[in-house]
């Protein structure tokens, strides 16, 4: 069964929009593991629109008492900042079990696209090592057919992590058939060179149980968009439970 890691950015943007400490990112996340969530993602960014380095601080605490996994996305290359000490820095604190690495920009609402990796695989190489001397397993964020997977393998990466946005367009207009076979081809030929697969990016409980019957032995889903507003009409609680059984139904 692929594990659920919940992401709870979409927490950290209502309570920074009104400012102070409420809804409190820690009781969210608590939330969810008390419902039986297997981890819980971040992903803190430099301008510190949502998820915040405190905030990583108290859920790298939370994560390693309740001895459940913590996964923190990021742009390696982004530069520290006041506020953000980097990608690399807020691992070293945190000794997250996972850090994904994406290619996102200040300027993106939101991750939109994966790794060039024949054109980034050895820029990726020292910081993969870096974070793996952390004790962290690195995924590298990847698009659906994308070319150079052999790169990501080569440069030491663990797992990558679809990105199946794309997916999720076209499973809302109606025919996400192309699109499920460009996943599952890429999960096929990233589990040959050795690679582990996760997913993420707009999964939700209409399109959850599709991907997985389609994509073979996906390890884990991060999901956060969708969920926390799921969320919002029948609770965290009730939610979380309802992506559980989906996943265990497949």
């Known amino acids: 069964m692929a594990l659920l890691s919940v992401n709870v950015n979409k927490i950290a943007v209502l309570r920074n929009s009104r400012g102070g400490d409420e809804p409190s990112v820690l009781r969210a996340a608590t939330a969810c593991l008390d419902a039986g969530a297997h981890g819980i993602t971040v992903h803190p960014r430099p301008d510190q629109r949502h998820v915040r380095a405190s905030d990583v601080d108290a859920l790298a605490e939370l994560t390693a008492r309740r001895g459940v996994e913590f996964n923190i996305e990021g742009n390696p290359f982004a530069p520290p900042r006041e506020g953000y000490p980097g990608f690399i820095e807020l691992c070293r604190r945190a ?7 994406v290619p996102d920009g200040d300027g993106q609402i939101t991750s939109d696209h994966g790794f060039d ?21 690195v995924s590298l964020f990847a698009d659906a057919g994308c070319a150079g997977l052999e790169q990501a393998a080569a440069c030491g990466a ?36 050795g690679l582990g697969v996760n997913a993420g990016h707009d999964l939700s409980q209409h399109n959850l149980g599709d991907f997985l019957r389609a994509v073979p032995d996906v390890l884990e889903v991060s999901i956060g968009h969708a969920l926390i507003g799921e969320a919002l009409y029948a609770g965290l609680d009730a939610t979380v439970r309802a992506y559980l059984a989906i996943l265990a139904a497949r």
């Open 95 to 101: 000794r997250p079990a996972q850090a994904t690495l």
């Open 117 to 137: 990796f024949v054109r980034d695989g050895e820029r990726l190489r020292p910081l993969v090592a870096e974070l793996k001397s952390l004790g962290c397993r």
């Open 158 to 193: 663990d797992r990558i992590e679809i990105y199946t946005g794309p997916f999720a367009d076209a499973h809302a207009r109606g025919d996400a058939r192309d699109a499920l076979a460009l996943c599952a081809d890429t999960a096929r030929r990233a589990q040959a060179l």
